[in-house]
């Protein structure tokens, strides 16, 4: 049975006491009603440090947004894979598109940064997902396996069943814009297709694949029903502990 996971991605949301509080809010709820699936919350760095020793490990994993393509050195302001990993963090999110598309981050250096991150313990969450202008043009499916061609598809098995991917719209982040269950399914199939066809199916299979892009309580129980699709990485409903709890709820 491959993991189901409800993620949470903060972005560049949450003082360090906002985030210190809502992280012992989830933990509280969490611990007073488990949930039936992996859960992972994953904050600016300056929260990791602080937030990691809070968290019951059973119940939440700790995860970072984005780590260097760089092991270590002269790079101001960057913060390395060991660094993310040395807080108590076990994921790192990497390849967002809003890293690719603001801070121009190439399919080459994700590929780095995947490198790094796994050879440092980390498990990647890694994104991948079309534009509003690639899918008008019904390409979604050339440019989700490029993005996974281009930096994810080089592992080895061993080391790919170590990544998370998350299948991400770009026009449904954060525009209340929502793949319909029946398209989110589609693509969720066709992504488990080309990873069966890179590493077999019995990786396939295992494989856990998340959607992202407008996930919300309202929308979650419908998303997660189908077969292909194993739980979210969510954006803004995960800044509130209810909402948050309430996708997660959608497994049980």
Same mark, same amino acid.
């Given at each position: 049975?491959r993991k ?8 560049? @949301? ?5 985030? &210190?509080?809502l992280?012992k809010?989830?933990?509280e709820?969490?611990?007073a009603d488990r949930?039936?699936? +992996?859960?992972?919350i994953c ?5 990791l ?5 809070m968290l019951d490990?059973?119940?939440? +994993?700790?995860g970072?947004?984005n780590?260097a393509d760089?092991?270590?050195g002269?790079?101001t302001? =960057?913060?390395?894979?060991a660094?993310?990993?040395?807080t108590?963090?076990q994921?790192?999110?990497?390849g967002?598109s809003e890293r690719?598309?603001?801070?121009a981050e190439?399919?080459?250096i994700?590929?780095?940064k995947v490198?790094?991150?796994?050879a440092n313990?980390?498990k990647?969450i890694?994104c &991948?997902? $079309?534009? =509003?202008q690639e899918?008008?043009? @019904?390409?979604q499916?050339e440019?989700?396996k490029a =993005?996974? $061609?281009?930096s994810?598809? @080089?592992?080895s098995?061993?080391e790919?069943?170590q990544v998370?991917?998350?299948y991400?719209? &770009?026009?449904?982040?954060g ?8 398209q989110? =399914? ?5 992504i ?6 890179r590493? +077999?199916?019995?990786v ?7 959607y ?6 309202? @929308?979650?129980?419908e998303?997660?029903a189908k ?8 954006g +803004? ?9 309430g &996708?997660i709820d959608?497994?049980?």
């Amino acid at each position: 049975m491959r993991k189901k996971i409800v993620a949470g991605n903060w972005k560049m @949301n949450m003082t360090l006491q906002e985030g &210190i509080a809502l992280a012992k809010e989830l933990n509280e709820v969490l611990a007073a009603d488990r949930p039936n699936c +992996g859960v992972v919350i994953c904050t600016p760095f300056i929260h990791l440090a602080s937030i990691a020793p809070m968290l019951d490990a059973e119940l939440i +994993g700790l995860g970072a947004e984005n780590c260097a393509d760089k092991a270590k050195g002269a790079f101001t302001g =960057e913060v390395s894979a060991a660094m993310v990993k040395s807080t108590g963090a076990q994921y790192v999110i990497l390849g967002h598109s809003e890293r690719r598309q603001y801070y121009a981050e190439t399919p080459a250096i994700l590929k780095e940064k995947v490198q790094l991150a796994l050879a440092n313990g980390l498990k990647v969450i890694f994104c &991948i997902g $079309e534009s =509003e202008q690639e899918r008008d043009a @019904n390409k979604q499916n050339e440019v989700v396996k490029a =993005e996974l $061609e281009g930096s994810v598809f @080089n592992l080895s098995a061993e080391e790919f069943s170590q990544v998370v991917i998350a299948y991400e719209p &770009i026009w449904a982040i954060g525009t209340g814009k929502t793949a319909s269950a029946e398209q989110a =399914e589609e693509i969720h199939a066709y992504i488990r297709s080309v990873v069966a066809e890179r590493y +077999g199916a019995e990786v396939a299979d295992a494989t856990t694949i998340l959607y992202g892009g407008s996930c919300k309580p309202s @929308n979650a129980r419908e998303l997660f029903a189908k077969p292909d699709i194993d739980g979210g990485l969510i954006g +803004g409903a995960s800044l509130k502990a209810s909402d948050f709890k309430g &996708i997660i709820d959608a497994w049980k």
